[in-house]
């Protein structure tokens, strides 16, 4: 089956400086990649997703990368502000959906 | 529109009971799927339901069951708890047209604790 890696397990950055998460996959099958952003006590929420036929995609301060030769895919997020403190997931999915361990980003004011 | 509910929130159960989660997608969707969510293994797939049949099932003993009714709604059945059950399950309702996979929507979930 498939498996996901996600590097880091925690990640502090100051306000206003850049963020990257990187996540890696097995299944050359998995043609889709979300990402989710999960708060304290709440569900995961999608905040960007890309599919396997597309390189980069960017909404606003948020971009991810997909790279297939590699296997590799990662989240940018530009200008932190506090309010992006959470837990982020990536995943990949085939004919599930198989989630990374999830990174724990603090931004610190 | 809303978004998908899931209930109990919060549920206490004694080891060797059983408990059944519910979960009720977002109008529209036909797809459910359910995780497992715990601090040492993070999201783990349980199994996902489309159109009433259980489409795909991870790797989870049969003590965890699930079924879909007729209007998409879902519930998750767990029997003979035992306390590594002790988790938060998250539902995720989404459109899955065919084969190509679409965005999927959580709920809150139900954190399920057994003493």
Same mark, same amino acid.
């Given at each position: 089956g498939?498996?996901?890696?996600?590097?880091p397990?925690?990640?502090?950055?100051?306000?206003?400086?850049?963020?990257?998460?990187?996540?890696?996959?097995s299944?050359?099958?998995?043609?889709y990649?979300?990402?989710?952003?999960?708060?304290?006590?709440?569900?995961?929420q999608?905040?960007?997703?890309?599919?396997?036929?597309?390189?980069?995609?960017?909404?606003?301060?948020?971009?991810?990368?997909?790279?297939?030769?590699?296997?590799?895919?990662?989240?940018?997020?530009?200008?932190?502000?506090?309010?992006?403190?959470?837990?982020?997931?990536?995943?990949?999915?085939?004919?599930?959906?198989?989630?990374g361990?999830?990174?724990?980003?603090?931004?610190?004011? | 529109?809303?978004?998908?509910?899931?209930?109990?929130?919060?549920?206490i159960?004694?080891?060797?009971?059983?408990?059944?989660?519910?979960?009720?997608?977002?109008?529209?969707?036909?797809?459910?799927?359910?995780y497992q969510? !715990?601090?040492?293994? #993070?999201?783990?797939? &349980?199994?996902?339901?489309? =159109?009433?049949?259980? @489409?795909n099932k991870? %790797?989870?003993?049969?003590?965890?069951?699930?079924?879909?009714?007729?209007?998409?709604?879902?519930?998750?059945?767990?029997? !003979?708890?035992?306390? #590594?059950?002790?988790? &938060?399950?998250?539902?995720? =309702?989404?459109?899955? @047209?065919?084969?190509? %996979?679409?965005?999927?929507?959580?709920?809150?979930?139900?954190?399920?604790?057994?003493?």
């Amino acid at each position: 089956g498939e498996n996901v890696e996600q590097h880091p397990s925690t990640l502090s950055v100051q306000e206003g400086d850049s963020a990257v998460i990187k996540c890696t996959y097995s299944d050359s099958a998995s043609n889709y990649f979300p990402w989710y952003k999960q708060e304290l006590g709440k569900g995961p929420q999608l905040i960007i997703d890309i599919r396997s036929n597309v390189g980069e995609k960017k909404d606003q301060r948020i971009a991810v990368t997909l790279n297939k030769t590699a296997k590799h895919f990662s989240l940018h997020i530009t200008e932190t502000q506090p309010e992006d403190s959470a837990v982020y997931f990536c995943a990949a999915s085939s004919r599930e959906v198989t989630f990374g361990i999830g990174t724990k980003l603090q931004v610190i004011p | 529109k809303a978004g998908v509910t899931q209930t109990p929130r919060y549920l206490i159960k004694t080891r060797g009971q059983q408990v059944t989660l519910s979960c009720s997608p977002i109008s529209g969707h036909r797809s459910v799927s359910w995780y497992q969510q !715990t601090p040492g293994q #993070g999201l783990q797939f &349980l199994f996902e339901y489309f =159109s009433e049949t259980q @489409r795909n099932k991870g %790797n989870f003993p049969g003590r965890f069951s699930g079924r879909q009714f007729s209007n998409s709604r879902s519930e998750m059945n767990v029997s !003979t708890l035992e306390l #590594g059950d002790s988790a &938060l399950y998250l539902c995720a =309702s989404s459109l899955a @047209r065919g084969r190509v %996979n679409t965005e999927a929507f959580f709920g809150q979930g139900t954190r399920l604790t057994v003493v």
